[in-house]
């Protein structure tokens, strides 16, 4: 029987969003497996008695982000972790963007800001500035022209909490094609889902948002796909991948081009697509060791 650790956050005092997670470890166990949910962080927790660490919702790892990796290191050392602690630290700070650029995957143009940078903002078209390493649109908003002076004291409150700011163009495709989130899986498309825009204009970038709204399932196209298939195929260690997470708009031509990647802790959106979980479960207990990978069969 394989012992999986689902690794979570504690969120309290408010209530964990994670919807699949109990329903992820109810079929682990019908499945088989010892599974059960651990909080990252928790002292107590024996990484090494598990045949597999599997990261779920460690969603407050960007404001913790040099704990988070130097957990991953060590939990990586004493037994499987997936996804590996080398995927996560790559995957952590979006400056992998620029790398995926330079492997010629169309990505949206990004440039950085770090503390003590001279700021450079665009004069002549909207744009998003955001951390490089977040989650959940926070720290996150769009600015016009006009905006420079609250986009530079934006820019002012992330240097001084040690943030690299990453600005991008706003990119228009969004409010007509929405967001698309291509997930895979043990090597293979999961499935597909589309959200609407999330930074409405004059939302500060402090201010609370929705990270999903308007979430509907979508059937991945031929190009989608083929450029997250790109993407996936330029991520350092790519064959060690258990899950990954493509997010694409529409650039200015209409051809699909990537957000970002998600191969830390991406919400895998089961409650929308229930037809998945049985082959989430089974790519689970594969990478776990177990003897049989078909769900119901240990």
């Known amino acids: ?13 408010e209530p964990s969003r994670d919807r699949d997670l109990p329903v992820l470890v109810d079929a682990l166990r019908a499945a088989g497996a010892d599974a059960e949910a651990v909080f990252w962080d928790d002292t107590e927790a024996d990484w090494a008695g598990y045949d597999l660490v599997l990261i779920r919702s ?18 990586g050392k004493v037994t499987r972790l997936a996804n590996p602690a080398e995927v996560v630290r790559w995957s952590s700070d979006k400056r992998y963007l620029g790398e995926l650029a330079a492997a010629g995957v169309p990505t949206v143009p990004t440039s950085y800001l770090a503390p003590g940078d001279a700021v450079a903002l665009p004069d002549d078209h909207e744009y998003v500035v955001k951390p490089t390493s977040g989650a959940g649109a926070r720290y996150a908003a769009r600015y016009t022209a006009e905006q420079r002076d609250t986009a530079v004291r ?26 698309r989130a291509l997930q895979f899986f043990g090597g293979r498309l999961l499935h597909a889902s589309r959200k609407r825009a999330v930074l409405a204009p004059g939302t500060a970038f ?16 031929p190009a989608e796909l083929a450029v997250a298939e790109r993407a996936l195929a330029a991520v350092p ?25 998600e191969l ?5 959106f089961l409650f929308l697509h229930p037809g998945s979980l049985p082959r989430v479960v089974e790519a689970v207990l594969r990478a776990a060791g177990a003897p049989s990978a078909t769900p119901g069969h240990p």
């Open 154 to 179: 934006h820019l002012e409150r992330m240097h001084a909490e040690g943030f690299t700011a990453m600005i991008q163009p706003y990119m228009r495709g969004i409010d007509a094609g929405g967001e």
């Open 1 to 13: 029987m394989p012992r999986v650790a689902l690794a979570t956050y504690d969120p309290r005092p």
């Open 206 to 221: 402090d201010a609370d948002k929705v990270a999903h709204p308007g979430l509907e399932p979508w059937t991945a196209t």
């Open 58 to 75: 460690t969603w407050d790892y960007s404001w913790r982000a040099a704990e988070f990796t130097a957990w991953t290191e060590r939990v």
């Open 264 to 268: 830390v802790e991406p919400n895998l």
């Open 237 to 261: 260690d790519a064959p060690e991948l258990l899950y990954a997470r493509v997010d694409l708009v529409d650039g200015d031509d209409g051809a699909p081009v990537v957000m970002e990647l």
